[in-house]
Structures are given as C-alpha cells and as structure tokens.
C-alpha cells in the first residue's frame, strides 16, 4: 500500500509563497506517481475536502479555477516518488490542510489518505 507524506507548510503572510513536497513509499514500484493522476487537494475548517491542482501521466495540468495563475503542481522527473505544489501569491483563503493523492475516478480509488501539512495565511 502507498503511503503519502506532505510536507513544506507553514504561516505565511498574505502574497507570499510556499512549496510543498508530497513522498510516496511503499512501494517497490519506483514510477507511482508518474503513471497515475496525481493531485493536491486541501480541506479547510468546516469544509469538504477539494482537488485544487492535479497533473496527469502525460504532464497536462489542471487547476481549480480559485488558484489558476497562483498555483502551480509538477512532478520531480528525477525523483518518481515526488509531486511538488508551488504557492504564490497566498491569500487567507487558502489557509487549509493540504492533501496528495492520486486522482480518484468510479474504477480508481484513492490511496489512503497522508497526514496532510498545514497551510495557514495572515492578512
């Protein structure tokens, strides 16, 4: 089974940034996170968990329309194991948990979800 470690979030002041790291392991299968849709999703204080950026096998990326242009999610071509979300331009909407995982569909579930890491912005 995959296990998920977030990392790299922290207090930052509105318009700053931060980049946050995801870790698979687990597995003896080194391209995880290459062949699989993976995504960042975060879930703020009494609300539901929401997929904010995901990038596909192929690279395409997606964004949820409220960090399109502030956001950005890439993979480490080095490190299979490693998907990375850069933050800029924070706003104290985006104080949230932050998730990885893979991209869900009807036939692909989810991987058990990580401990998340916290991401909190002051005005």
């Known amino acids: 089974q995959v296990q998920l470690v977030e990392s790299g979030g922290g207090l930052v002041q509105a318009g700053g940034s931060l980049r946050l790291s995801c870790a698979a392991s687990g597995t003896i299968f080194s391209s995880i996170l290459r062949i699989n849709t993976m995504g960042w999703y975060r879930q703020a204080p009494g609300k539901q968990r929401e997929l904010v950026a995901s990038i596909a096998a192929g690279g395409t990326t997606n964004y949820a329309d409220s960090v399109k242009g502030r956001f950005t999610i890439a993979r480490d071509n080095a490190k299979n194991t490693m998907v990375y979300l850069q933050m800029n331009s924070l706003k104290p909407d985006d104080t949230a948990v932050y998730y990885c995982?893979?991209?869900?569909?009807?036939?692909?579930?989810?991987?058990?979800w990580g401990q998340g890491t916290q991401v909190t912005v002051s005005s």
């Open positions: 995982n893979r991209v869900s569909t009807t036939t692909v579930p989810p991987w058990n």
